[in-house]
Protein backbone atom coordinates (compact mmCIF):
# COMPACT_ATOMS: atom_id res chain seq x y z
CA UNK A 1 0.00 0.00 0.00
CA UNK A 2 2.90 2.44 0.71
CA UNK A 3 4.58 2.03 -2.46
CA UNK A 4 1.55 2.56 -4.57
CA UNK A 5 0.39 5.42 -2.07
CA UNK A 6 3.70 7.46 -2.88
CA UNK A 7 3.35 6.52 -6.73
CA UNK A 8 -0.19 8.50 -6.53
CA UNK A 9 1.73 11.36 -4.84
CA UNK A 10 4.08 11.87 -7.80
CA UNK A 11 3.18 13.91 -10.64
CA UNK A 12 3.99 12.80 -14.18
CA UNK A 13 6.80 15.09 -14.94
CA UNK A 14 8.23 13.21 -11.51
CA UNK A 15 7.36 9.87 -12.80
CA UNK A 16 9.18 10.99 -16.28
CA UNK A 17 12.41 12.41 -14.61
CA UNK A 18 13.27 9.37 -12.23
CA UNK A 19 12.64 6.88 -15.58
CA UNK A 20 14.92 9.18 -17.51
CA UNK A 21 17.28 9.10 -14.93
CA UNK A 22 17.12 5.10 -15.22
CA UNK A 23 17.67 4.92 -18.28
CA UNK A 24 20.75 7.41 -18.15
CA UNK A 25 22.06 5.77 -14.78
CA UNK A 26 21.76 2.07 -16.14
CA UNK A 27 24.21 2.36 -18.75
CA UNK A 28 26.75 4.35 -16.82
CA UNK A 29 26.49 1.55 -14.06
CA UNK A 30 26.82 -1.36 -16.32
CA UNK A 31 30.25 0.66 -18.01
CA UNK A 32 31.74 1.32 -14.70
CA UNK A 33 30.97 -2.39 -13.88
CA UNK A 34 32.78 -3.68 -16.49
CA UNK A 35 35.82 -1.18 -16.76
CA UNK A 36 36.37 -1.74 -13.22
CA UNK A 37 34.92 -5.48 -12.49
CA UNK A 38 34.40 -6.91 -15.89
CA UNK A 39 35.09 -10.55 -15.60
CA UNK A 40 37.50 -10.21 -19.29
CA UNK A 41 39.25 -6.58 -17.93
CA UNK A 42 42.48 -8.47 -17.11
CA UNK A 43 42.97 -9.71 -20.97
CA UNK A 44 45.10 -7.16 -23.35
CA UNK A 45 42.92 -4.79 -25.36
CA UNK A 46 41.31 -1.66 -26.16
CA UNK A 47 39.92 -0.40 -22.53
CA UNK A 48 36.56 0.59 -24.76
CA UNK A 49 36.11 -3.79 -25.42
CA UNK A 50 35.39 -3.44 -21.87
CA UNK A 51 32.06 -1.86 -22.92
CA UNK A 52 30.75 -2.60 -26.29
CA UNK A 53 32.55 -4.45 -29.47
CA UNK A 54 30.31 -1.93 -31.50
CA UNK A 55 33.62 -0.66 -33.52
CA UNK A 56 34.09 -4.33 -34.46
CA UNK A 57 31.11 -5.05 -36.17
CA UNK A 58 31.20 -1.43 -38.05
CA UNK A 59 34.34 -3.45 -39.69
CA UNK A 60 32.83 -6.64 -40.17
CA UNK A 61 30.39 -4.46 -42.56
CA UNK A 62 32.89 -3.03 -44.23
CA UNK A 63 34.85 -6.33 -45.26
CA UNK A 64 37.83 -5.30 -43.54
CA UNK A 65 37.24 -7.08 -40.07
CA UNK A 66 40.16 -9.34 -40.07
CA UNK A 67 42.47 -6.55 -40.43
CA UNK A 68 41.04 -4.53 -37.68
CA UNK A 69 41.82 -7.79 -35.58
CA UNK A 70 45.52 -8.06 -37.34
CA UNK A 71 46.02 -4.42 -36.26
CA UNK A 72 44.99 -5.66 -32.50
CA UNK A 73 46.97 -8.96 -32.56
CA UNK A 74 50.27 -6.78 -33.54
CA UNK A 75 49.40 -4.19 -30.34
CA UNK A 76 48.14 -6.37 -27.79
CA UNK A 77 49.49 -9.95 -28.25
CA UNK A 78 48.36 -13.48 -29.27
CA UNK A 79 44.96 -12.99 -26.94
CA UNK A 80 43.03 -9.50 -27.05
CA UNK A 81 39.72 -8.86 -25.78
CA UNK A 82 37.39 -7.85 -28.68
CA UNK A 83 34.09 -7.00 -26.60
CA UNK A 84 32.75 -7.03 -23.12
CA UNK A 85 32.63 -10.92 -23.22
CA UNK A 86 34.49 -12.10 -26.13
CA UNK A 87 37.86 -12.66 -27.08
CA UNK A 88 40.44 -13.28 -30.36
CA UNK A 89 43.02 -15.74 -29.81
CA UNK A 90 45.85 -15.91 -32.69
CA UNK A 91 48.07 -18.74 -30.79
CA UNK A 92 47.92 -21.71 -32.88
CA UNK A 93 48.22 -23.60 -30.13
CA UNK A 94 44.37 -23.22 -29.01
CA UNK A 95 43.12 -24.63 -32.24
CA UNK A 96 42.10 -27.90 -30.88
CA UNK A 97 41.16 -26.94 -27.25
CA UNK A 98 38.40 -24.56 -29.43
CA UNK A 99 37.67 -26.31 -32.53
CA UNK A 100 37.80 -30.15 -31.53
CA UNK A 101 36.50 -30.11 -28.31
CA UNK A 102 32.80 -30.80 -28.59
CA UNK A 103 32.23 -31.32 -25.15
CA UNK A 104 34.24 -28.04 -24.02
CA UNK A 105 32.78 -25.44 -26.76
CA UNK A 106 29.82 -25.00 -28.27
CA UNK A 107 28.70 -22.62 -31.28
CA UNK A 108 27.93 -18.89 -30.57
CA UNK A 109 24.20 -18.77 -31.24
CA UNK A 110 24.60 -14.76 -31.91
CA UNK A 111 26.97 -15.64 -34.80
CA UNK A 112 25.21 -18.86 -36.41
CA UNK A 113 21.72 -18.21 -35.11
CA UNK A 114 21.74 -15.71 -38.39
CA UNK A 115 23.61 -18.43 -41.17
CA UNK A 116 20.55 -19.33 -42.43
CA UNK A 117 19.28 -18.72 -46.08
CA UNK A 118 15.12 -19.36 -45.74
CA UNK A 119 14.67 -19.65 -42.40
CA UNK A 120 15.21 -23.26 -41.68
CA UNK A 121 18.50 -24.91 -40.25
CA UNK A 122 21.51 -26.21 -42.21
CA UNK A 123 24.68 -28.59 -41.36
CA UNK A 124 26.57 -25.48 -40.84
CA UNK A 125 24.99 -23.04 -38.57
CA UNK A 126 23.14 -26.27 -36.04
CA UNK A 127 23.77 -25.01 -32.65
CA UNK A 128 22.50 -28.64 -31.26
CA UNK A 129 25.49 -31.18 -31.48
CA UNK A 130 23.09 -34.59 -31.85
CA UNK A 131 21.28 -32.63 -34.33
CA UNK A 132 24.15 -31.48 -36.50
CA UNK A 133 25.76 -35.31 -35.57
CA UNK A 134 22.51 -36.77 -37.37
CA UNK A 135 22.22 -34.28 -39.80
CA UNK A 136 26.04 -35.12 -40.81
CA UNK A 137 25.49 -38.61 -40.72
CA UNK A 138 23.09 -38.27 -43.38
CA UNK A 139 24.99 -35.98 -45.33
CA UNK A 140 28.18 -37.82 -45.53
CA UNK A 141 28.44 -40.73 -47.54
CA UNK A 142 28.88 -38.64 -51.04
CA UNK A 143 31.77 -36.62 -49.69
CA UNK A 144 34.08 -39.44 -48.93
CA UNK A 145 37.37 -39.61 -51.15
CA UNK A 146 35.76 -42.61 -52.69
CA UNK A 147 32.66 -41.15 -53.32
CA UNK A 148 34.20 -38.15 -54.64
CA UNK A 149 36.74 -39.80 -57.33
CA UNK A 150 33.29 -41.08 -59.20
CA UNK A 151 32.86 -37.51 -59.49
CA UNK A 152 36.19 -37.32 -61.54
CA UNK A 153 34.22 -37.10 -64.93
CA UNK A 154 32.38 -34.09 -63.97
CA UNK A 155 35.34 -32.13 -62.88
CA UNK A 156 37.70 -33.02 -65.20
CA UNK A 157 34.81 -32.05 -68.16
CA UNK A 158 34.53 -28.53 -66.10
CA UNK A 159 37.75 -28.29 -65.79
CA UNK A 160 38.50 -28.43 -69.82
CA UNK A 161 35.48 -26.30 -70.18
CA UNK A 162 37.91 -23.46 -68.04
CA UNK A 163 40.68 -24.03 -69.89
CA UNK A 164 38.67 -23.19 -73.12
CA UNK A 165 37.11 -20.22 -71.53
CA UNK A 166 40.10 -18.43 -70.64
CA UNK A 167 42.03 -18.83 -73.67
CA UNK A 168 38.55 -17.90 -75.71
CA UNK A 169 37.55 -14.70 -73.69
CA UNK A 170 41.25 -13.69 -73.26
CA UNK A 171 41.91 -13.59 -77.47
CA UNK A 172 38.15 -11.89 -77.89
CA UNK A 173 38.59 -9.58 -75.31
CA UNK A 174 39.80 -6.79 -77.41
CA UNK A 175 42.46 -6.18 -74.26
CA UNK A 176 44.21 -9.85 -74.68
CA UNK A 177 43.15 -10.61 -70.70
CA UNK A 178 40.16 -12.13 -69.40
CA UNK A 179 38.38 -12.38 -66.42
CA UNK A 180 39.64 -15.27 -64.40
CA UNK A 181 37.31 -14.68 -61.32
CA UNK A 182 34.44 -14.84 -62.98
CA UNK A 183 35.53 -18.08 -64.78
CA UNK A 184 37.05 -20.03 -62.04
CA UNK A 185 33.68 -19.13 -60.60
CA UNK A 186 31.72 -20.67 -63.12
CA UNK A 187 33.81 -23.96 -62.54
CA UNK A 188 33.18 -24.66 -59.14
CA UNK A 189 29.91 -23.67 -59.43
CA UNK A 190 28.85 -26.17 -62.65
CA UNK A 191 30.69 -28.80 -60.66
CA UNK A 192 28.48 -28.41 -57.74
CA UNK A 193 25.04 -27.92 -59.49
CA UNK A 194 25.97 -30.84 -61.55
CA UNK A 195 27.01 -33.24 -58.86
CA UNK A 196 24.38 -31.78 -56.45
CA UNK A 197 21.54 -31.38 -58.01
CA UNK A 198 21.63 -32.93 -61.33
CA UNK A 199 21.39 -29.43 -63.04
CA UNK A 200 23.11 -28.64 -66.23
CA UNK A 201 23.56 -25.36 -67.71
CA UNK A 202 23.83 -24.59 -71.81
CA UNK A 203 27.30 -25.18 -72.33
CA UNK A 204 27.26 -22.34 -75.09
CA UNK A 205 25.56 -19.98 -72.88
CA UNK A 206 26.54 -18.86 -69.87
CA UNK A 207 24.28 -16.54 -68.56
CA UNK A 208 22.10 -18.76 -66.72
CA UNK A 209 24.20 -19.97 -64.92
CA UNK A 210 25.74 -16.56 -64.09
CA UNK A 211 22.70 -14.97 -62.73
CA UNK A 212 22.56 -17.78 -60.74
CA UNK A 213 25.87 -17.12 -59.49
CA UNK A 214 26.19 -13.44 -59.56
CA UNK A 215 22.17 -13.19 -57.47
CA UNK A 216 24.33 -15.67 -54.34
CA UNK A 217 27.34 -14.13 -54.89
CA UNK A 218 26.33 -10.36 -54.56
CA UNK A 219 23.85 -11.73 -51.47
CA UNK A 220 27.08 -12.99 -49.45
CA UNK A 221 27.28 -9.83 -47.36
CA UNK A 222 23.75 -10.01 -46.07
CA UNK A 223 25.42 -12.76 -43.85
CA UNK A 224 27.46 -9.99 -42.04
CA UNK A 225 24.76 -7.18 -42.39
CA UNK A 226 22.56 -10.18 -40.41
CA UNK A 227 24.81 -10.64 -37.59
CA UNK A 228 25.40 -7.08 -37.39
CA UNK A 229 22.15 -5.62 -37.84
CA UNK A 230 19.49 -8.37 -37.24
CA UNK A 231 16.59 -6.09 -37.68
CA UNK A 232 16.49 -5.92 -41.28
CA UNK A 233 15.77 -9.87 -42.01
CA UNK A 234 13.29 -9.89 -38.87
CA UNK A 235 11.41 -6.91 -39.95
CA UNK A 236 12.08 -7.20 -43.58
CA UNK A 237 13.44 -3.68 -44.14
CA UNK A 238 16.72 -5.44 -46.11
CA UNK A 239 14.73 -5.93 -49.14
CA UNK A 240 13.51 -2.27 -49.28
CA UNK A 241 16.60 0.08 -48.77
CA UNK A 242 18.06 1.73 -51.67
CA UNK A 243 21.86 0.92 -52.88
CA UNK A 244 24.15 -1.83 -51.94
CA UNK A 245 22.44 -3.47 -49.05
CA UNK A 246 19.03 -3.23 -50.54
CA UNK A 247 20.49 -4.89 -53.50
CA UNK A 248 22.48 -7.50 -51.59
CA UNK A 249 19.05 -8.36 -49.59
CA UNK A 250 17.18 -8.51 -53.25
CA UNK A 251 19.66 -10.61 -54.73
CA UNK A 252 19.11 -13.33 -51.90
CA UNK A 253 15.22 -13.32 -52.63
CA UNK A 254 16.34 -14.48 -56.21
CA UNK A 255 18.95 -16.72 -55.59
CA UNK A 256 16.49 -18.23 -52.72
CA UNK A 257 13.79 -18.49 -55.57
CA UNK A 258 16.46 -19.85 -57.95
CA UNK A 259 17.18 -22.77 -55.58
CA UNK A 260 13.89 -23.41 -55.06
CA UNK A 261 13.24 -24.18 -58.43
CA UNK A 262 17.28 -25.96 -58.61
CA UNK A 263 15.08 -28.61 -56.02
CA UNK A 264 12.13 -28.75 -57.75
CA UNK A 265 14.30 -29.88 -60.79
CA UNK A 266 15.65 -32.44 -59.22
CA UNK A 267 12.86 -33.40 -57.09
CA UNK A 268 11.48 -33.90 -60.67
CA UNK A 269 13.68 -36.05 -62.30
CA UNK A 270 14.39 -38.08 -59.17
CA UNK A 271 10.56 -39.40 -59.03
CA UNK A 272 10.86 -40.08 -62.77
CA UNK A 273 14.38 -41.76 -63.08
CA UNK A 274 15.50 -39.46 -66.02
CA UNK A 275 19.36 -39.43 -66.35
CA UNK A 276 21.06 -36.45 -65.55
CA UNK A 277 21.43 -34.46 -69.15
CA UNK A 278 24.22 -34.59 -72.10
CA UNK A 279 27.85 -35.23 -72.17
CA UNK A 280 30.16 -37.66 -71.74
CA UNK A 281 30.44 -37.02 -68.01
CA UNK A 282 26.95 -38.04 -67.50
CA UNK A 283 26.73 -41.24 -69.15
CA UNK A 284 25.02 -43.96 -66.19
CA UNK A 285 25.00 -41.01 -63.97
CA UNK A 286 21.08 -41.50 -63.07
CA UNK A 287 19.26 -38.79 -60.63
CA UNK A 288 18.44 -41.64 -58.19
CA UNK A 289 22.38 -42.72 -57.87
CA UNK A 290 23.94 -42.25 -54.25
CA UNK A 291 26.31 -39.94 -56.03
CA UNK A 292 25.03 -36.64 -56.00
CA UNK A 293 25.35 -34.80 -53.68
CA UNK A 294 21.60 -33.66 -52.73
CA UNK A 295 20.46 -37.45 -52.63
CA UNK A 296 21.00 -38.98 -49.22
CA UNK A 297 19.33 -35.27 -47.60
CA UNK A 298 16.03 -36.34 -50.41
CA UNK A 299 16.09 -39.89 -49.53
CA UNK A 300 17.20 -40.82 -46.54
CA UNK A 301 15.79 -40.39 -42.48
CA UNK A 302 17.41 -37.85 -40.48
CA UNK A 303 17.71 -39.24 -37.15
CA UNK A 304 17.26 -35.87 -35.00
CA UNK A 305 14.17 -34.85 -36.27
CA UNK A 306 12.56 -38.56 -36.73
CA UNK A 307 11.48 -37.82 -40.59
CA UNK A 308 12.56 -37.37 -43.87
CA UNK A 309 13.16 -33.36 -44.91
CA UNK A 310 10.83 -31.05 -46.06
CA UNK A 311 11.05 -29.22 -49.26
CA UNK A 312 12.14 -25.79 -47.46
CA UNK A 313 14.47 -27.69 -45.67
CA UNK A 314 15.83 -29.35 -48.74
CA UNK A 315 15.84 -25.89 -50.10
CA UNK A 316 17.74 -23.94 -47.26
CA UNK A 317 20.78 -27.30 -47.71
CA UNK A 318 21.06 -26.83 -51.08
CA UNK A 319 21.74 -23.10 -50.71
CA UNK A 320 24.29 -24.06 -48.38
CA UNK A 321 25.92 -26.43 -50.93
CA UNK A 322 25.55 -23.98 -53.12
CA UNK A 323 27.10 -20.72 -51.11
CA UNK A 324 30.20 -23.23 -49.41
CA UNK A 325 30.67 -25.57 -52.12
CA UNK A 326 31.56 -23.00 -55.21
CA UNK A 327 32.53 -19.65 -53.44
CA UNK A 328 34.97 -21.12 -50.81
CA UNK A 329 36.96 -23.49 -54.16
CA UNK A 330 36.51 -20.89 -56.63
CA UNK A 331 38.14 -18.20 -54.20
CA UNK A 332 40.93 -20.17 -53.72
CA UNK A 333 41.24 -21.08 -57.43
CA UNK A 334 41.07 -17.59 -58.20
CA UNK A 335 44.01 -16.42 -55.51
CA UNK A 336 45.54 -19.80 -56.60
CA UNK A 337 45.90 -18.66 -60.49
CA UNK A 338 46.70 -14.89 -59.49
CA UNK A 339 49.80 -15.99 -57.19
CA UNK A 340 51.14 -17.73 -59.92
CA UNK A 341 51.00 -15.32 -62.60
CA UNK A 342 52.86 -12.83 -60.89
CA UNK A 343 55.82 -11.70 -62.50
CA UNK A 344 57.76 -12.87 -59.59
CA UNK A 345 56.02 -16.29 -59.49
CA UNK A 346 56.74 -17.23 -63.11
CA UNK A 347 58.50 -20.05 -61.99
CA UNK A 348 56.50 -21.70 -59.80
CA UNK A 349 54.18 -21.69 -62.65
CA UNK A 350 56.84 -23.61 -64.97
CA UNK A 351 57.63 -26.17 -62.50
CA UNK A 352 53.83 -27.14 -62.13
CA UNK A 353 53.86 -27.16 -65.68
CA UNK A 354 56.88 -29.82 -65.71
CA UNK A 355 55.43 -31.98 -62.77
CA UNK A 356 52.06 -32.42 -65.11
CA UNK A 357 54.10 -33.28 -68.08
CA UNK A 358 55.70 -35.98 -66.08
CA UNK A 359 53.32 -37.74 -64.86
CA UNK A 360 53.13 -41.51 -66.89
CA UNK A 361 50.44 -41.83 -69.46
CA UNK A 362 48.72 -44.43 -68.32
CA UNK A 363 48.19 -43.12 -64.81
CA UNK A 364 45.29 -41.72 -63.30
CA UNK A 365 45.70 -38.18 -63.56
CA UNK A 366 44.14 -36.80 -60.53
CA UNK A 367 45.92 -39.61 -58.13
CA UNK A 368 49.26 -38.55 -59.41
CA UNK A 369 48.44 -35.49 -58.64
CA UNK A 370 47.68 -35.87 -55.48
CA UNK A 371 50.54 -38.12 -54.56
CA UNK A 372 52.74 -35.14 -56.42
CA UNK A 373 54.03 -33.18 -53.27
CA UNK A 374 54.98 -29.92 -55.12
CA UNK A 375 51.51 -29.40 -56.74
CA UNK A 376 50.07 -30.37 -53.11
CA UNK A 377 52.93 -27.59 -51.94
CA UNK A 378 51.09 -25.00 -54.20
CA UNK A 379 47.62 -25.35 -52.99
CA UNK A 380 48.53 -25.68 -49.50
CA UNK A 381 50.70 -22.46 -49.45
CA UNK A 382 47.40 -20.78 -51.23
CA UNK A 383 45.43 -22.10 -48.45
CA UNK A 384 47.95 -20.45 -46.04
CA UNK A 385 47.97 -16.96 -47.55
CA UNK A 386 44.68 -16.68 -49.28
CA UNK A 387 42.57 -18.84 -46.87
CA UNK A 388 38.96 -18.85 -48.08
CA UNK A 389 37.47 -18.26 -44.49
CA UNK A 390 38.96 -15.75 -43.01
CA UNK A 391 36.48 -14.50 -40.65
CA UNK A 392 35.89 -15.76 -37.01
CA UNK A 393 34.36 -18.80 -36.06
CA UNK A 394 32.77 -18.25 -33.00
CA UNK A 395 32.35 -20.48 -29.78
CA UNK A 396 31.21 -20.40 -26.53
CA UNK A 397 33.39 -21.71 -23.28
CA UNK A 398 31.92 -24.74 -21.61
CA UNK A 399 34.36 -24.49 -19.20
CA UNK A 400 37.22 -22.32 -18.48
CA UNK A 401 40.21 -22.18 -20.94
CA UNK A 402 43.80 -21.50 -20.53
CA UNK A 403 45.05 -19.65 -23.49
CA UNK A 404 48.04 -17.37 -24.66
CA UNK A 405 51.72 -18.26 -24.09
CA UNK A 406 52.64 -20.49 -20.99
CA UNK A 407 48.76 -20.56 -21.16
CA UNK A 408 48.90 -17.27 -19.02
CA UNK A 409 45.33 -16.35 -19.10
CA UNK A 410 42.28 -17.90 -18.34
CA UNK A 411 39.23 -17.25 -19.61
CA UNK A 412 35.92 -18.28 -17.90
CA UNK A 413 33.16 -19.93 -18.60
CA UNK A 414 30.34 -18.69 -21.31
CA UNK A 415 33.66 -16.37 -22.79
CA UNK A 416 32.71 -15.95 -26.54
CA UNK A 417 36.67 -17.49 -27.91
CA UNK A 418 37.35 -17.82 -31.71
CA UNK A 419 40.17 -17.38 -33.96
CA UNK A 420 40.97 -16.46 -37.62
CA UNK A 421 43.11 -17.93 -40.23
CA UNK A 422 44.70 -15.10 -41.20
CA UNK A 423 46.30 -14.62 -38.04
CA UNK A 424 47.74 -17.91 -36.83
CA UNK A 425 48.48 -18.71 -40.68
CA UNK A 426 50.94 -15.41 -40.70
CA UNK A 427 52.52 -16.51 -37.47
CA UNK A 428 56.40 -15.94 -37.88
CA UNK A 429 56.79 -18.35 -34.99
CA UNK A 430 55.80 -20.83 -37.63
CA UNK A 431 56.11 -19.37 -41.07
CA UNK A 432 59.28 -17.87 -41.65
CA UNK A 433 58.84 -14.56 -44.01
CA UNK A 434 55.01 -15.57 -43.95
CA UNK A 435 53.77 -13.12 -46.10
CA UNK A 436 55.95 -14.24 -48.88
CA UNK A 437 54.18 -16.78 -51.34
CA UNK A 438 56.64 -19.71 -51.29
CA UNK A 439 55.29 -23.39 -51.71
CA UNK A 440 58.60 -25.20 -51.30
CA UNK A 441 58.17 -24.55 -47.41
CA UNK A 442 55.64 -27.28 -47.38
CA UNK A 443 58.46 -29.53 -49.11
CA UNK A 444 59.96 -29.76 -46.18
CA UNK A 445 57.47 -28.28 -43.24
CA UNK A 446 57.35 -28.72 -39.94
CA UNK A 447 54.64 -30.35 -37.43
CA UNK A 448 53.77 -26.62 -36.46
CA UNK A 449 53.29 -25.66 -40.03
CA UNK A 450 51.05 -29.07 -40.47
CA UNK A 451 49.23 -27.98 -36.93
CA UNK A 452 48.68 -23.91 -38.00
CA UNK A 453 47.65 -25.06 -41.51
CA UNK A 454 43.44 -24.93 -40.94
CA UNK A 455 41.55 -24.33 -44.50
CA UNK A 456 38.64 -26.75 -43.46
CA UNK A 457 38.52 -25.78 -39.56
CA UNK A 458 39.10 -28.69 -37.50
CA UNK A 459 37.14 -31.52 -34.99
CA UNK A 460 33.35 -32.99 -35.97
CA UNK A 461 32.37 -29.49 -37.80
CA UNK A 462 35.16 -29.49 -40.03
CA UNK A 463 34.02 -28.76 -43.75
CA UNK A 464 31.95 -31.98 -44.93
CA UNK A 465 33.53 -31.04 -48.71
CA UNK A 466 36.95 -30.90 -48.01
CA UNK A 467 37.49 -34.22 -50.10
CA UNK A 468 35.91 -32.65 -53.17
CA UNK A 469 37.10 -29.14 -53.06
CA UNK A 470 41.26 -31.24 -53.19
CA UNK A 471 39.27 -32.85 -56.20
CA UNK A 472 38.41 -29.94 -57.83
CA UNK A 473 41.59 -27.76 -57.55
CA UNK A 474 44.06 -30.86 -58.49
CA UNK A 475 42.11 -31.43 -61.70
CA UNK A 476 42.16 -27.26 -62.44
CA UNK A 477 46.03 -27.00 -62.06
CA UNK A 478 46.16 -30.62 -64.59
CA UNK A 479 44.32 -29.50 -66.75
CA UNK A 480 45.57 -25.88 -67.11
CA UNK A 481 49.12 -27.06 -66.84
CA UNK A 482 48.47 -29.76 -69.16
CA UNK A 483 46.90 -27.53 -71.87
CA UNK A 484 50.29 -25.46 -71.99
CA UNK A 485 48.61 -22.33 -70.73
CA UNK A 486 50.51 -19.01 -69.52
CA UNK A 487 48.89 -16.81 -67.15
CA UNK A 488 49.86 -13.59 -66.45
CA UNK A 489 48.52 -10.37 -64.31
CA UNK A 490 47.20 -7.99 -66.55
CA UNK A 491 48.36 -4.34 -66.50
CA UNK A 492 45.03 -3.08 -65.62
CA UNK A 493 45.04 -5.17 -62.14
CA UNK A 494 45.57 -3.11 -58.63
CA UNK A 495 46.71 -4.38 -55.37
CA UNK A 496 43.32 -3.47 -54.26
CA UNK A 497 41.95 -5.70 -56.67
CA UNK A 498 43.00 -8.36 -54.79
CA UNK A 499 42.48 -7.59 -51.74
CA UNK A 500 40.64 -10.24 -49.57
CA UNK A 501 37.17 -8.99 -48.54
CA UNK A 502 35.85 -10.63 -45.21
CA UNK A 503 32.81 -11.63 -45.59
CA UNK A 504 33.01 -15.15 -44.41
CA UNK A 505 34.11 -16.51 -47.59
CA UNK A 506 36.31 -14.23 -49.13
CA UNK A 507 36.13 -12.42 -52.17
CA UNK A 508 38.66 -9.57 -53.88
CA UNK A 509 37.44 -6.36 -53.63
CA UNK A 510 37.46 -5.25 -57.05
CA UNK A 511 35.77 -8.78 -58.31
CA UNK A 512 37.92 -9.61 -60.74
CA UNK A 513 41.35 -11.14 -61.65
CA UNK A 514 42.63 -10.26 -65.05
CA UNK A 515 44.72 -12.60 -66.64
CA UNK A 516 46.51 -12.54 -69.96
CA UNK A 517 46.29 -15.96 -71.06
CA UNK A 518 48.01 -17.42 -73.86
CA UNK A 519 49.17 -21.31 -74.82
CA UNK A 520 52.93 -22.15 -74.91
CA UNK A 521 53.78 -23.79 -78.51
Known sequence: MSSLFWYRELGSGQIWLILAAAVLITPIALGIYRLFFGRLRHIPGPWTTNLTGFDLSMHATKGSRVYKLEELHARYGPVVRVGPNEVSVGDWHALRPIYAGSKTTLKDAKFYGFATFVGKNNIFQMLNPAEHAARRKL?????????????????????????????????????????????CGLFSFEVVCRAGFAKT?????????????????????????????????????GRRLPGFVGDCYRKRDSWQEQSREMVDHFLMMRSSGTAMGEGKCDK??????????????????????????????????????????????????????????????????????????????????????RQN???????????????????????????????????????????????????????????????????????????????????????????IGQNLAWQELYWAVVCIMRAGLRLRVGSEMTDYDMELEDRFNIAPRGRRLMLEVTRLL
Open 139 to 183: SSPPYSLQSVARLDSIIEDRAEALVRRLLEKSATSGTGTTDAYQL
Open 373 to 463: AYITAVIKEVFRLYPTIISTLPRVLAEPLQVGPGAGFTLPAGTVVGMQNWIHHRDPAVFTDPNRFEPERWLASTPEMEAALTPFSLGRRNC
Open 201 to 237: FDQDDNSAALRLLNSMDASAPTLIFDQALPFLTSMGL
Open 284 to 369: DFMVDSDKYLLSPLANGVDAFLGRKLTHEELVEEAMGYMFAGSGTTSSTLTYLLYAIARPENAHIQERLRTEVAGFEANSSVVTAA
